[in-house]
């Protein structure tokens, strides 16, 4: 026999909520994002000069993109513990010890800065970014930089240039360059919002 | 199964507003309705919805392994063929299941069986005021006297939730949805909720903050790998957005996982029915492009394979049309189902959702329409099992 107050086994015993409950589920508005791209006409630079020279871009623009790839280096290079696993990677007297880099680098080994890529439009909203020689093969032969036209991102993208790599463009898959494509998903349904209300989005 | 006027809480408003219930008004128009509920026997709720729910969703297991095998049927569901193996290897791989809520019509005169109307087991929204507003309100009127002692609710949900994250959660969640849509947001908080309180560390990411990197993971603005997503955003727009291309490769796993657009897909119901033409819970069925939709008569339901909250269906009795709505999803497919009106009190027409957890129904809810379809004007009413 159960009695009149003993608790049902129909309904949970509690209801505890932990994130809900109190300032409520606030929805919080966000930009919109990039487009998905799958590819990006990046300009390839030495240094500020370079690009001047390529008189793709002005003067102004060309030091203010280096200074942005500069300001990316000490904390965006990738790190290695050692030389011979840095010089394996971006060849031998490409890296130089951490400590000389960023604080947070000591004990560690990063490759130097070999050049900077934009994007060939501003429409491209690619920030100006550091690259690193790209020289796996050349891990044991010290070498002046020049000849291969190798690169590589921070986060290991290759940029493949073809005029030795002193200034160029190239036209590099788009996580080359970006460390992740944003906006890829949720077009589908926005699609469909004419008929939506303010409440309901892929919900049903 | 009978609607029954009680009144409302007079502070029902700041319980919603204190609880995190801040899509109870949407739009100015009323979502939840409190001023009467519907009332069920234990036995009509163990026999008519918990019993049919847990089997329906375990003959639909049963569908998913043959279709995911089979390249007519994946067709027939218009998923995209790029999308196939992402289907495939999702369910090859036992990607578990969170949740979903099965329509079923059910109640009224001459109640039989509850009639399978669609599967909602991909993106079902709600949960939130199922499993816990619904669950308050009970507890309050209990403790108030305006219900007897012993009165009781069908709704574990939010146990099970938790016991689900418990179970296949994994260490970290991430959770997406559009952040602007306010239903979809609430009910994305309260699962985020559910996780965190299983042990899961969670963050909550606008569709658009969901990034793919290089190598194929799908990541956070901070290039965070997301090891699984849960996303309140239907499968058939992932595979038709720029980063449908991405999931066949991605090491990142879904909540909803991918096999549930098997599912989520009216084209399951004359599967479903083809299979098993005998089940009391399977209502006839066939693809528009059948001709033996012929044998259903001039007494019908065309419903686009791919639509949400009554959208686009097209309600037809004795040659007249009964209701339509008009939305955006009437392109593709149709499937044609038998009539099966939902129940009507005072004026109101009432559809029965039956929540699945893991694979287990556990809770039902209703919602409340003016007309024979429920759309997304449609009220969330109370239940209550009443002592017998």
């Known amino acids: 026999m159960s009695s009149p107050i003993e608790r049902s086994s129909k309904r949970s015993t509690t209801v505890a909520l932990v994130l809900v409950a109190g300032a409520g589920a606030t929805a919080f508005a966000l930009g919109r994002c990039d487009p998905s791209q799958r590819e990006e006409d990046v300009l390839v630079y030495r240094d500020p000069d370079a690009c001047i020279r390529g008189g793709l871009r002005t003067e102004n623009d060309c030091r203010s993109a280096y200074a942005t790839a500069l300001a990316a280096y000490p904390e965006g290079a990738p790190r290695y513990p050692s030389r011979v696993d840095c010089e394996g990677h971006h060849g031998a007297g490409h890296c130089v010890d951490g400590t000389a880099v960023a604080a947070s680098a000591a004990g560690s080994f990063v490759p130097i800065l070999a050049g900077y890529a934009v994007g060939r439009l501003a429409e491209q909203a690619l920030a100006p970014q550091p690259l690193y020689d790209h020289r796996p093969d050349q891990a044991g032969i010290a070498s002046s930089g020049a000849g291969g036209g190798g690169y590589c991102t921070s986060w290991g993208g290759r940029v493949v240039t073809g005029s030795g790599g002193a200034s160029s463009s190239a036209r590099v898959s788009s996580p080359a360059v970006r460390p992740a494509a944003f906006g890829g998903f949720g077009a589908t349904g926005r699609s469909f919002a004419a008929h939506g209300t303010a409440g309901h989005g892929g919900g049903g | 199964m009978r609607r029954i006027a009680l009144g409302e809480r007079p502070d029902w408003r700041a319980s919603a507003q204190t609880n995190g219930f801040t899509f109870h008004t949407l739009d100015g128009a009323p979502y939840w309705d409190e001023s009467h509920a519907y009332a069920f026997t234990l036995e009509e709720v163990e026999r008519d919805i918990e019993g049919p729910g847990t089997e329906l969703h375990a003959l639909c297991l049963d569908f998913v392994a043959d279709a995911v095998e089979d390249a007519r049927i994946l067709a027939s569901l218009a998923i995209p063929e790029a999308a196939w193996d992402v289907v495939r290897d999702s369910w090859r791989r036992g990607d578990p299941t969170l949740y979903g809520r099965l329509d079923l019509a059910y109640g009224g005169d001459g109640t039989g069986p509850a009639k399978l109307l669609e599967y909602n087991a991909d993106t079902p929204t709600a949960l939130y005021e199922a499993a816990v507003f619904q669950w308050l309100w009970l507890e309050d009127l209990l403790r108030l006297g305006r219900l007897p002692a012993g009165s009781d609710q069908f709704n574990a949900v939010h146990e099970r939730l938790i016991a689900r ?224």
Not at chain 2, 184 to 194: F, K, N, Q, S
Not at chain 2, 286 to 304: C, I, M, N, W
Not at chain 2, 359 to 384: K, M, Q, W, Y
Request: overall charge negative.
């Open chain 2, 165 to 388: 994250f418990r179970a296949v959660g994994g260490a970290s969640l991430a959770l997406t949805a559009y952040a602007d849509a306010p239903e979809d947001r609430g009910t994305v908080a309260y699962i985020e909720d559910c996780a965190r309180q299983a042990g899961l560390a969670t963050r909550f990411l606008d569709l658009g903050d969901i990034g793919l990197a290089a190598d194929g993971r799908f990541v956070d603005r901070a290039l965070t790998p997301i090891t699984t997503l849960f996303k309140l955003y239907p499968w058939e727009w992932a595979f038709a957005d720029a980063f449908g291309a991405a999931l066949s490769a991605t090491p990142t796993r879904f909540l909803e996982p991918p096999w549930k657009a098997v599912l989520s897909n009216k084209g399951l119901l004359p599967h479903l029915f083809a299979r098993e033409p005998g089940h009391p819970n399977l209502l006839p069925a066939y693809f528009e492009d059948d001709p033996q939709k012929a044998r259903l008569g001039t007494s019908f339901v065309k419903k686009p394979l791919f639509s949400r909250e009554g959208a686009n269906v097209l309600m037809v009795c004795d040659g007249a049309v009964l209701a339509q709505d008009h939305g955006p999803y009437g392109a593709g497919g149709h499937v044609r189902q038998a009539l099966a009106e939902l129940p009507c009190f005072d004026g109101r027409h009432a559809l029965v959702g039956a929540w699945i957890v893991g694979d287990d129904c556990v809770g039902l809810c209703l919602r409340e329409s003016d007309g024979p379809i429920t759309t997304n004007a449609a009220l969330f009413v109370p239940h209550v099992i009443l002592p017998g």
